[in-house]
């Protein structure tokens, strides 16, 4: 069974760095057609992509986000984790992390975790 | 970056057919999934690459994808499909993830 796990901090301070964890079982982060993506959404909005790391360690980022975001694996721990510098109000959402099973192309985003519901706030 | 464009809300009747529409620029030359998201659940996928089903989904659900129109078609629709849909594609040309806005499937 594949499941993922998302862990960090519930609130932060304006300005502080978000460093937010995701534990994956089921699957190896090195398997070739396997990746983690960060993905969030604020309260009542929609979906929002942030980020994701291949099985070769190559990573994607949000244009809107990226000068804020670094994806980085430990795949003796099988854990994926992202973090966000200078957070803001705004930035408060449920925080999700995601497999993407790439496959004749295609990139599936199944399963995802739970998510984390990071507010911020001083 | 790509968009795909969709609907705010969407209401239907029992039993009758829902039909979400996804759009974006030369949509049909890609790849398109489709998310069910529930009040206070995590997202679950129920289209991948346009028209597959994964195990577990009904049969109800299914999908379309040409031109520039994706489509997640729930036929015989019952109160337990009121949930949010995301449309969701990887753009190859940005290297990255991109979602529709979502649409709010009402069951009246």
């Known amino acids: 069974q594949v499941t993922l796990k998302e862990s960090g901090p519930v609130l932060v301070k304006p300005t502080e760095t978000l460093t937010l964890t995701c534990t994956v079982s089921?699957?190896?982060?090195?398997?070739?057609?396997?990746?983690v993506n960060w993905i969030r959404q604020p309260p009542g909005k929609a979906l929002e992509w942030l980020a994701h790391?291949?099985?070769?360690?190559?990573?994607s980022y949000s244009t809107s986000l990226k000068t804020r975001l670094t994806i980085s694996k430990d795949t003796s721990k099988s854990q994926v984790v992202l973090t966000m510098t200078n957070m803001d109000p705004v930035d408060t959402a449920t925080y999700f992390c995601?497999?993407?099973?790439?496959?004749?192309?295609?990139?599936?985003?199944?399963?995802w975790g739970q998510g984390i519901l990071v507010t911020v706030s001083s | 970056s790509y968009v795909l464009t969709q609907p705010p809300s969407l209401s239907v009747a029992p039993g009758q057919t829902a039909s979400i529409p996804c759009g974006g620029n030369?949509?049909?030359?890609?790849?398109v999934h489709w998310h069910q998201q529930k009040p206070g659940q995590a997202p679950v996928m129920v289209i991948y690459?346009?028209?597959e089903r994964p195990s577990g989904i009904p049969e109800r659900f299914s999908g379309s994808n040409s031109g520039n129109t994706a489509t997640l078609t729930i036929s015989r629709v019952e109160a337990g499909d009121e949930a949010d849909y995301y449309c969701?594609?990887?753009?190859?040309?940005?290297?990255?993830?991109?979602f529709g806005s979502g649409t709010t499937v009402t069951v009246l």
């Open positions: 790391i291949f099985s070769n360690d190559e990573k």
């Open positions: 995601a497999r993407m099973r790439w496959e004749s192309g295609s990139g599936k985003i199944d399963p």
């Open positions: 030369n949509i049909g030359g890609k790849n």
């Open positions: 089921g699957f190896s982060l090195t398997n070739s057609i396997m990746g």
């Open positions: 969701q594609v990887w753009d190859g040309i940005s290297a990255q993830g991109v």
């Open positions: 690459d346009d028209s």
